[in-house]
Structures are given as structure tokens and as C-alpha cells.
């Protein structure tokens, strides 16, 4: 066995240049956010904490910040909520329960672009799904701008992504609540519980696991909605719907500001790795038997 | 009872909800079958006349190169991916290494970590190799960055195997490469696939990378080009829905066909083994 251990090695060397250059980046991304940058020449000189203090003098980051605070609470509670609620009443079914959630999932096979030019047709405001079927029903829709609007732009956003996710947090939550001991329910319905009390005071307290992975992967997911931001509103109506990671790719491909780029990666590399971190030690506990 | 009512309201509420849920899709495939004409009607939950199978060509037209692109980059990236992730998954399961939980905990905060934050390394990386704007830069960024995930789930599959197994073949003589190749990946084809599928699927949606690092039409994926038509075609919601429509072809395949090993990949790499 030992002999073979060399050999076990050789098989890491791949991913341990991954890994490396991967974390080398991260550490590339600080240098270029902590040194002076003219267009896209490096001057190697120090600057301290200049592209932050910048970034954080622009009006558009803090509206960029707040948005992705609004993806974080607007997307993450209902996905949950929802998700875990039909998820106790599927598992309550049990007839036709398959073709149901595969109904709910299969939305997350498909990409951003496609759920977003998909959902901006639905929301046009004069020839849109929404608005014409409100119409057929009688509905005045003269105001009704819905990602059009700056007002309400990002929460129809926030729906298009719960259309997309509320499978998966359904998936998650039924494989969790199948693996409760069926006694534990069995005995609280004896006791005369109702539905609600099982629901969240059975079921709930023991699927955490099944809480912790959705809400994390659903906040890192609020990173990730950059691509629906592009193709839906790409940012507007003025910069109401923007995100952090869309201000990097401006920053840094439009404006040319590679500082100010890197600055926004490294702010959105702390907000990601707050949750990340804890959740990695969390989920390592579960992979490697100790 | 008031049991058979509850089940039979939450059935009802379940199956409006699927209902509402499945309305977008089955408008776009509609939308996507009509003339202009009636699209401009607005009867946008009336089925079509007759099949406008058209639109499809249009759009087809302006997808076919973002098609070619994707799947040729995705298709290698995948494999590539794959096969160093599963050989990392053996390695990190088999070998008792003292620093294999240090490494596993790496790999599972770089899976997790949004790609975004590397962007500016990334475009740096590639121009620095005269990589921007081809297959091979494409490539190897995807390569990189599904690494870590197809490690994960492979991983968690190989943990699975019983380690007797591995023990008999290597007293027999078989070397650990082999083992991997010819006893350990047959017995682990499920989640080889569901690793596969989750990598090949990533790719595909990829957006940001698409069009960060090409310029012009050649090695550009796919997704950049949808976004493209409906940049395009404005307001022409028929073309548009077709073109959504091609586009997600592959991955609902992948879903209809291979949904459980979707599930499977899924639990796995969020370390619900």
C-alpha cells in the first residue's frame, strides 16, 4: 500500500495546480486592487487602499451593495419558505409526487440568459404575458412597467429567479424530510398535532441540514445574477438593478479601471467567502468520516 | 376526515402551483410556433394555427455558430474536468493522505466561491498565453474552474466503494491506475454521470466567461448569442422564443433523460452524501 502512495500523489498534481492557481488569482486580485494601474499596464506602485476609497465614494456601488442586500432577503426567505412548504405537502401526497417536483426542477437546467429573455418578454409592459393576459381579465396595466420601472424592476427579478430555484430548495427539502424517522411524525399526529405544528414543529427543527444548504447555495446563486441582470435590464433602468459583480465587469471592461475591478471583486470575494467558509466546514464534516 | 380534506386541498394547491409554474413554458413553446401576425395579437395562451417552424430557422441561423462553439468547448471541458476531478476524488478517498482534509477543504471553498471574483486574473492568464478569443483558452478556464466540483462529487461517490474492494485488487496486482480505470469508474458509472452532467450543464449556462474572453463570433459560446438575437430582435417575441427554445434543448434532454443523476450530483456536491 505504501509503495503505492507516490502513485496516489501523481494523481493529485492536476488538481493541485488547479487549486493553486485558483488561489493564486484570488491573491492576484488583491495585488492589482493594492497597486496603481494605467489602462491595463500595471505600475507596480503601491497605493494603499486608493481604489477602495474610490470605489466606496461612488453613489453607484452603494446602490449596487443594496441590491444585492435586496437578492439576499427578497430571493433567499421565499425560496426557502415556499420550497419547504411544498415539500411537506408533496411528501404528504405521496401520489404523483415524482412528476411534480420534476415539474418544479427542471427550471434550474436552464441557464440565466434563457429564464431571462424568457421572463423579460413576459414583463414587457405593452406586449408582454403578464400584461396582456391582465388585460384579457379587464385589468387597467396603463402602469403597470414591471422591469420597466425602477421602482419594481429588481423584484420582478427577484421572481424570475424564485421561478427558476424554488425546485431546488423543494428537492432539497423532500430528500431531507425523507429521511426523518416516520415514527417521530407518526407519534406527533397520535398526540393530535395538526399539520401546521408537524410542519414546523416536527419537521422543520430536524431538516437544519437541509436550511443551512439552501440558504447558503441560494446566496451564493444572488452573486450569480449577473448574467439575468445582463440580459434582462442590463442594470437599469439606470442603475436600479445593477449588482456588485455587473459594476466589476463595467468597471473593468468598460471604464478600463482595472483597480476600481479588482477593488469591487475583493469586496464581493468577502461577502461570498462569509458564507462560503462556514458552510466548507460545515459540509467537510459530512465528507470526510472523522 | 378532515384529513382526506386537507390532502385533497393541498393537492389542489400543489397542482395549481405546477400549473402557474409550467405557464411560462408553455407559452414560450407557442410563442415560439406563431407567425408574426399572431403574436401581435396577443393571445399569447391560444395554441398556434399552424406550426411556423420558420422562426426556428431564423433563430437557428443566427444560433448555429454559438452552437458549434459550446459544444465543442463544453464537450472537452467536461471531459477534461471530469477526468482530473475523478482521479483527484480517488486519490483524496483512497490513500489515507494526513493533509487530504486540509486539500478537501480547499477544494470545497474554491467550488462554492463565485467565479466572478477572478475575472481580471482570468482575462490577465489568457492574454498573458495569447489565449484570449480561442478554443483553447475556453477550455482550459472551464477546466479549472469545474475541476474542483467534479473532485467533490466524484469523491463523495468513491467513498461509497467499499475499501475491501480496492484491497483485493491491489493484493492481486493490480496497480492503482488500472483499479481506477477498469474496477473503480464501472462501479462508480452513477456518479461519474451525475459529475458529468452537473459539469456539462455549468458549462453550457455559462455566461460571463463567454463574453469576457472572446471578441467577435468564432469561439463564441452559445449563451452570449442568444442574448445577442434578443438584443436583435426586439420585440420579435416568436424569434426570440425559438431561439430560447434551441438553446435549452440540451439541457432538458439532459434533465428528462438523466434527472435522477442530476438529483444524485447534486446532493453530492452539496455534501449530502
Given amino acids: ?290 | 376526515m378532515k384529513e382526506r380534506y386537507f390532502l385533497f386541498l393541498s393537492a389542489l394547491l400543489v397542482v395549481v402551483l405546477a400549473v402557474v409554474w409550467m405557464i411560462p413554458i408553455y407559452a414560450l413553446v407557442t410563442t415560439s410556433l406563431k407567425t408574426q401576425q399572431e403574436v401581435a395579437l396577443q393571445k399569447y395562451l391560444v395554441p398556434p394555427q399552424q406550426f411556423q417552424f420558420t422562426n426556428f430557422a431564423k433563430a437557428f441561423q443566427v444560433l448555429k455558430i454559438g452552437l458549434r462553439n459550446s459544444l465543442v468547448i463544453t464537450l472537452t471541458a467536461t471531459f477534461v474536468a471530469v477526468f482530473i476531478g475523478s482521479l483527484a476524488g480517488y486519490a483524496l478517498t483512497s490513500f489515507n493522505f494526513k493533509f487530504a482534509t486540509l486539500l478537501f477543504f480547499f477544494i470545497v471553498v474554491v467550488t462554492f466561491l463565485p467565479y466572478h471574483i477572478v475575472l481580471i486574473p482570468i482575462t490577465h492568464i489568457l492574454k498573458t498565453l495569447s489565449l484570449l478569443n480561442t478554443y483553447a483558452g475556453l477550455i482550459l478556464i472551464y477546466t479549472i474552474l469545474s475541476a474542483p466540483m467534479a473532485t467533490l462529487i466524484t469523491g463523495t461517490f468513491f467513498m461509497k466503494v467499499p475499501p475491501e474492494l480496492e484491497e483485493a485488487a491491489l493484493l492481486d496486482g493490480c496497480k492503482p491506475f488500472p483499479f481506477y480505470l477498469r474496477v473503480l469508474l464501472p462501479v462508480s458509472l452513477p456518479g461519474l454521470i451525475s459529475a458529468t452532467i452537473l459539469v456539462f450543464i455549468q458549462i453550457y449556462n455559462e455566461f460571463l466567461l463567454g463574453i469576457a474572453l472572446t471578441r467577435g463570433p468564432d469561439v463564441k459560446p452559445v449563451m452570449p448569442f442568444l442574448a445577442e438575437l434578443k438584443g436583435t430582435q426586439i420585440a420579435q417575441w416568436h424569434i426570440q422564443m425559438a431561439g430560447a427554445l434551441i438553446t435549452s434543448i440540451i439541457p432538458v434532454a439532459v434533465f428528462i433523460f438523466l434527472g435522477r443523476y442530476f438529483i444524485s450530483g447534486l446532493m453530492a456536491g452539496y455534501g449530502k452524501g
Fill in chain 1, 1 to 290: 500500500m505504501r509503495y503505492y502512495r507516490t502513485q496516489g500523489l501523481l494523481f493529485l498534481v492536476p488538481i493541485l495546480v488547479i487549486v493553486g492557481i485558483f488561489y493564486g488569482m484570488i491573491v492576484w486580485d488583491f495585488v492589482v486592487a493594492l497597486t496603481g494601474w494605467q489602462g491595463l499596464q500595471a505600475t507596480w506602485k503601491f497605493v494603499g487602499l486608493y481604489h477602495f476609497s474610490r470605489l466606496f465614494g461612488l453613489q453607484r456601488f452603494w446602490v449596487n451593495l443594496g441590491n444585492n442586500l435586496r437578492w439576499l432577503l427578497f430571493f433567499i426567505a421565499p425560496t426557502v419558505f415556499v420550497g419547504f412548504l411544498l415539500a411537506y405537502l408533496l411528501n404528504n401526497l405521496g401520489r404523483g409526487e415524482k412528476i411534480l417536483w420534476q415539474i418544479f426542477l427542471f427550471p434550474m437546467s436552464l441557464s440565466f440568459i434563457i429564464t431571462g429573455v424568457l421572463w423579460a418578454w413576459m414583463y414587457d409592459p405593452s406586449s408582454g404575458l403578464i400584461n396582456s393576459l391582465l388585460r384579457f381579465i379587464g385589468v387597467n396595466t396603463s402602469r403597470l412597467g414591471w422591469i420597466a420601472l425602477p421602482q419594481t424592476a429588481i423584484y420582478c427579478m427577484i421572481l424570475a429567479a424564485f421561478w427558476q430555484y424554488l425546485g431546488f430548495s423543494l428537492v432539497i427539502y423532500l430528500g431531507a424530510i425523507k429521511g426523518i424517522p416516520y415514527e417521530m411524525v407518526e407519534a406527533a399526529k397520535m398526540d393530535g398535532a395538526s399539520h401546521l405544528t408537524v410542519a414546523f414543529r416536527v419537521i422543520f427543527p430536524n431538516v437544519g441540514h437541509a436550511t443551512l444548504i439552501c440558504t447558503t447555495m441560494l446566496a451564493i446563486t444572488t452573486v450569480k445574477v449577473f448574467d439575468l441582470v445582463w440580459v434582462m435590464t442590463r442594470g437599469g433602468p439606470g442603475v436600479s438593478t445593477e449588482v456588485l459583480p455587473y459594476l466589476m465587469y463595467r468597471l473593468t471592461f468598460d471604464s478600463r479601471d482595472i483597480g476600481m475591478g479588482a477593488a469591487t471583486s475583493i469586496v464581493i470575494l468577502g461577502f461570498s467567502a462569509v458564507m462560503v467558509i462556514p458552510y466548507s466546514l460545515w459540509a467537510l464534516k459530512k465528507w470526510v468520516r472523522v
